[in-house]
Every structure is written in C-alpha cells, then in structure tokens.
C-alpha cells in the first residue's frame, strides 16, 4: 500500500497476502478469482481492487473458508463474509468499540483518535494496551480498506497515529547503564504494512535493556551480515511477513545463525500458523503476542 502505486505485479501480491504467486496463479485458473491484465511481454499485473480482493480471499481462507467456497462469493458476499468474521471478536470488551473510534479517523480528527485510545493506554500500560486494542485496532482498518469502507488515506491515517503513540513511548525509554546488554539487530525485509509492529517490537526490546540495532526502511537479508560485520549482535529479528518459510528460507537463516554465531533468530509475523522448525535456534511468531512470549527466551 505505497503512495502513488495504482498497478501491482503478482510479487506485490504475494508479499501483501502471504499467498505464494504459484498458489495466485492456481487460483486465477482453476477458480477465476483475479482476471489480470498483461504487459507486452506477458506479465500479469493488477489493479489496486484487485490487491483488494486478494488480501480478502486471503483472510477467509486463513479462517478456515475454503478456497472453492470463496470463489463462489459475488463481490457483495466476499465483502460482508469478511466484515462479518472480522467482527467476531468486537464486542468482547464492552469498553472497546473499534467501529467508534474509527470513526474520528474516518474524518481525519488525529486529537479525537489520540484521545479515544489514551484511556487504554493509560490504564494497561503501552505493551498490554498495543496487544489487545491498538493492534485489533490497526487490522480492523485494513480489512476495511480491503472492503472499500475505508479509503487508502484514512487507513494510512489510522497506521500513522498509532506510529506516533509507539514513537513517543519508545523516546520515554531510558537506556540502562551501568552493565553489559546483550544486543539484537531488527531488519525489515517485508513492507510496511506491518511496520508499526517492527516499532512495538523495537520498544518492547528496549523496555527490556536490549541495545537494539534498529534501521528503518526495508533492506534485502543479505544485509545482516554487513550490519554483523559493522557492529556485532547476539540476537536478530526478522520482520517476515512476505516469507512462505519454506526450506530454503529456514535453511538461509539457519547458515547465517552459525555464520555469525547467533543465540537467537526472531522470524516475525508470519502470515500462516508456523510449522515445527527443527533449528532451535529460529522462532516463528506470527502476531504482537506470540512476540513478547518469544524474547521471554531472550538472555
């Protein structure tokens, strides 16, 4: 979801859905869920309804719809099927109401937005208040700009503010001194739309005395080891929401844990349920939650 791109390639999709270009193109012919356009040189690219509609077979497939039932859904009935599982969970705290408090996002009142989460944040502490409403929060306006009830702008506007809560709060964070810390390097390899979570892990790491190598912006994973060579790390995490964690994905990152005599490797975000990986070296985790249980292994 970068500003100014109005045309896909099926990369872009696989990166954005978590659903391999193989798997994308099964589905186009066997179920006609995307009817690309091609390029001269017959590549497939896609519109942004059609990125759209992607992310949303995507989500029901990950909830447990079949692939061949999906794709008997008209778009009306792919967007309530999806407005009506992503809304399971809404009223579990009578005190969060999502729909709310998007509602000054949707007419861009940022000290409205800022005001209706401050309570939770206040009362739980930053950590607690991210896991349980600011994350649900930033998924909610996702799947509602997948449906069309948001617009790009105003769900970028939602992932912004939010970026600005996790930034102060990590400002707030004094270094420890006085003693060794162990270190951990944070690479972004996928996109941004999970970036505030690569910000609430930085802070979360910080909170915690780690002295984190963190560099903003998305770097191929070839650029651990020039980060290792320029300033060593005991710890590294990976924001992997785009990996399929095939074998050879597992198997690179299990070379660089021994090449750089790594304790740990953090693969985070994972868009599937991860699989039983035989280095105990490397954790998979998929959302905020299964974060914080994963560095409680950290030294």
């Given amino acids: 979801m970068e500003e100014g791109v109005n045309v896909f390639s099926i990369k872009d999709l696989e990166n954005f859905s978590g659903i391999k270009a193989h798997t994308i193109r099964i589905w186009?012919?066997?179920?006609?869920?995307?009817?690309?356009?091609?390029?001269?040189?017959?590549?497939?690219?896609?519109?942004?309804?059609?990125?759209?509609?992607?992310?949303?077979?995507?989500?029901?497939?990950?909830?447990?719809?079949?692939?061949?039932?999906?794709?008997?859904?008209?778009?009306?009935?792919?967007?309530q099927q999806v407005m009506m599982v992503s809304s399971r969970h809404d009223d579990i705290d009578q005190?969060?109401?999502?729909?709310k408090i998007l509602m000054s996002a949707i007419r861009f009142n940022e000290g409205a937005f800022k005001d209706a989460l401050a309570p939770f944040i206040k009362f739980h502490g930053i950590e607690e208040a991210y896991v349980k409403y600011l994350h649900?929060?930033?998924?909610?306006?996702?799947?509602?700009?997948?449906?069309?009830?948001?617009?790009?702008?105003?769900?970028?506007?939602?992932?912004?503010?939010?970026?600005?809560?996790?930034?102060?709060?990590?400002?707030?964070v004094k270094p420890v001194t006085g003693k060794?810390?162990?270190?951990?390097?944070?690479?972004?390899?996928?996109?941004s739309i999970t970036d505030n979570n690569f910000l609430f892990y930085k802070y979360a790491l910080r909170k915690r005395g780690f002295d984190v190598i963190?560099?903003?912006?998305?770097?191929?994973?070839?650029?651990?080891?020039?980060?290792?060579?320029?300033?060593s790390?005991?710890?590294?995490?990976?924001?992997?929401?785009?990996?399929?964690f095939d074998e050879k994905k597992i198997n690179y990152f299990s070379t660089i844990s021994?090449?750089?005599?790594?304790?740990k490797i953090i693969l985070s975000d994972?868009?599937?349920?991860?699989?039983?990986?035989?280095?105990?070296?490397?954790?998979?985790?998929?959302?905020?939650?299964?974060?914080?249980?994963?560095i409680q292994q950290l030294g």
């Fill in 28 to 79: 186009e012919k066997r179920y006609k869920i995307l009817e690309p356009d091609r390029t001269d040189s017959n590549i497939r690219t896609y519109t942004e309804s059609e990125l759209k509609k992607i992310l949303n077979v995507a989500y029901l497939n990950r909830n447990g719809l079949k692939i061949s039932k999906i794709a008997r859904l008209d778009e009306d009935e792919l967007t």
């Fill in 180 to 191: 060794s810390r162990m270190s951990i390097a944070m690479i972004n390899t996928s996109d």
């Fill in 270 to 294: 994972s868009p599937e349920e991860p699989t039983p990986i035989r280095n105990e070296k490397l954790i998979i985790t998929r959302d905020p939650f299964d974060f914080l249980k994963a």
């Fill in 214 to 231: 963190f560099t903003g912006g998305i770097l191929p994973a070839s650029e651990v080891v020039e980060i290792h060579r320029i300033k």
């Fill in 136 to 172: 649900p929060l930033l998924e909610k306006a996702r799947i509602l700009w997948q449906t069309g009830s948001l617009s790009r702008a105003q769900e970028q506007f939602v992932r912004n503010t939010v970026k600005q809560i996790i930034i102060i709060e990590d400002d707030l």
């Fill in 258 to 263: 021994k090449e750089l005599m790594l304790k």
């Fill in 95 to 99: 005190e969060f109401q999502p729909g």
């Fill in 233 to 244: 790390f005991d710890y590294l995490v990976v924001n992997s929401s785009s990996f399929d």
